[in-house]
């Protein structure tokens, strides 16, 4: 059974970093692309950042192109989420899965990120 435990989320200042772990067990990250989603109060979940399995590629949405960065620990079996000069608009909960377009396993719990002066 997989099992996604994203971790990391918190209250930061507009400006700040945060780095955001995926814990994950059942799947082998570093057979699979792997991914970040984002999901804010009233709006649909979104992809914002994807590894391909080969970590050569990467993609990330425009709105954190330049400030997120995606990467992966095989050996820890961990995904990770750098986040860079945090706006108020990142607000939002973050999930982690496998897939480069979208999600091919069920959800986590997510981890909350706010964005506040």
């Known amino acids: 059974q997989v099992q996604l435990v994203e971790s990391g989320g918190g209250l930061v200042q507009p400006g700040g970093s945060l780095r955001l772990s995926c814990a994950a067990s059942?799947?082998?990250?570093?057979?699979?692309?792997v991914s970040w989603y984002r999901q804010a109060p009233g709006k649909e979940r979104e992809l914002i950042a994807a590894m391909a399995r080969d970590s050569r590629s990467t993609k990330y949405a425009d709105s954190v192109k330049g400030r997120f960065t995606i990467s992966r620990d095989n050996a820890k079996n961990t995904v990770y989420l750098q986040m860079n000069s945090l706006k108020l608009e990142d607000t939002a909960a973050y999930y982690c899965n496998g897939g480069w377009n979208w999600g091919i396993y069920g959800w986590g719990q997510g981890t909350q990120v706010i964005v506040s002066s």
């Open positions: 059942g799947f082998t990250v570093s057979s699979y692309a």
